[in-house]
């Protein structure tokens, strides 16, 4: 009997992902960006997970949205959806407009209310709209940012001045992730019980205008 409940939710939870698709033309994008259904994860239960990409050459946002299915395996509804945007800097690398691992770009504000598929479409127009728009934001915030070379990370001009300071100073120097990822700790010198020192490549000497730099990562979960 159990076997048989879960077939059905898995049924229903298909019949919404044909629903979806089939409609994703009634939300409203700018006419670059394509729209599609990517992923659909089943769950031995009630529950699911979809996700939803929109892209277009340079931006990704990818939206999740949890799906519910009733008791009996007759209807199903959205519980909420959250969302995540991402774009390609001029240096080819990807950056994201949130913290990562830690946080969304953005999410629905259903408050755990059940809602019909017809009202998830009407939302999320909206809200890809606005996180174009956060992309567009953080694009022009980070414009005069300068990449520092052999890491992830760009800083703006202030900070490279600051880290230069520290580091001729005798001080150590960190660039730090907003979110998950690894941090770097620069130093003139480094205990030798540091595990994990490495010497700057050339490029990293060049751009912090020290010689004899060295480095070592940590891990921030």
């Not at 999410?107 to 809200?127: T, V």
Request: proline share 2%; glycine share 6%; hydrophobic share 30%.
């Amino acid at each position: 009997m159990k076997e048989t409940a879960n077939t059905q939710f898995i049924e229903v939870k298909k019949s919404v992902v044909k629903q979806i698709t089939r409609d994703l033309n009634d939300i409203h994008i700018p006419k670059e960006f394509k729209i599609k259904v990517d992923d659909m994860a089943h769950h031995k239960s009630q529950y699911a997970d979809l996700t939803l990409n929109v892209k277009d050459n340079k931006n990704t946002i990818s939206i999740d949205i949890n799906i519910y299915v009733d008791v009996k395996g007759e209807n199903a509804y959205i519980l909420d959806y959250d969302g995540w945007g991402s774009y390609k800097g001029d240096d080819g690398q990807w950056y994201v407009t949130y913290r990562l691992g830690v946080d969304s770009s953005f999410a629905s504000d259903y408050e755990n209310k059940i809602h019909s598929i017809k009202n998830l479409l009407e939302n999320l127009g909206g809200a890809i709209y606005e996180e174009i728009d956060r992309i567009e934001k953080e694009k022009n915030d980070t414009a005069n940012y300068i990449k520092v070379p052999d890491t992830d990370f760009q800083i703006p001009p202030e900070k490279l001045e600051q880290m230069k300071k520290q580091l001729k100073s005798g001080k150590m120097a960190q660039l730090t992730p907003s979110g998950f990822g690894k941090a770097y700790i620069f130093g003139k010198k480094i205990s030798k019980s540091q595990y994990g020192v490495h010497r700057c490549s050339d490029k990293q000497e060049k751009f912090f205008g020290i010689t004899q730099l060295y480095y070592y990562t940590e891990d921030h979960d």
